[in-house]
């Protein structure tokens, strides 16, 4: 009868530790870079959504590049404007794309110097990006180019989606994955 008093007591004991090793475990596995995700990036953001290795880092200033829009425009960078600059980054087969186009279709619409402005850069492999292209002219310049091209190679792009604010000069005074982290800056 003891023993199996003690059994039982023993078995409990084993479970607890279990499970305090394992919440322990838990907490610090959270706290490593984890595998590649989606966009290619590791480890965790520091901000929910926010990846700023995703293109040049706040403080860089973007390449020079010429890129023609889809209105048949030259674009030359880094200086794209006398004003704050709201750069978007997407690519088609993206579903975090998909959700922050309207997001910075609408910053856009707001943007305190209007279109000129707003540059949007749509990166395709071949496959068709009209859709996004339609929806963005109204408000943005349009560049559409393959990847490592002249906008996306000037800005660093290693990920999509790619939001950003550039200053006068084209330095990246936001960077991020969101329209909540560089919205501010405009």
Do not use: W
């Not at 990166?123 to 859709?131: A, L």
């Not at 660093?156 to 936001?174: I, M, S, T």
């Amino acid at each position: 009868m003891y023993f199996v008093a003690a059994l039982v007591v023993l078995v409990g004991v084993v479970c607890t530790l279990d499970l305090l090793f394992t919440v322990r475990l838990t907490r610090l596995v959270r706290a490593l870079p984890g595998p590649a995700g989606p966009s290619g990036h590791s480890g965790p953001p520091a901000l929910p959504g926010r990846l700023p290795d995703l293109m040049l880092p706040v403080g860089e200033v973007v390449g020079p590049f010429e890129a023609v829009t889809a209105d048949g425009e030259v674009r030359r960078g880094p200086t794209l404007t006398p004003g704050r600059t709201l750069v978007g980054v997407f690519t088609k087969n993206c579903p975090p794309c998909a959700e922050r186009v309207p997001q910075f279709l609408e910053a856009a619409k707001n943007h305190p110097h209007g279109r000129d402005a707003v540059l949007a850069v749509l990166v395709t492999d071949g496959e068709d990006v009209s859709d996004y292209r339609d929806t963005l002219q109204p408000v943005a310049h349009v560049i559409v180019e393959r990847k490592g091209e002249a906008a996306t190679r000037a800005l660093g792009v290693r990920g999509y989606p790619a939001l950003a604010v550039l200053d006068e000069r084209g330095g990246v005074l936001a960077a991020g994955t969101i329209m909540a982290h560089v919205e501010p800056a405009l």
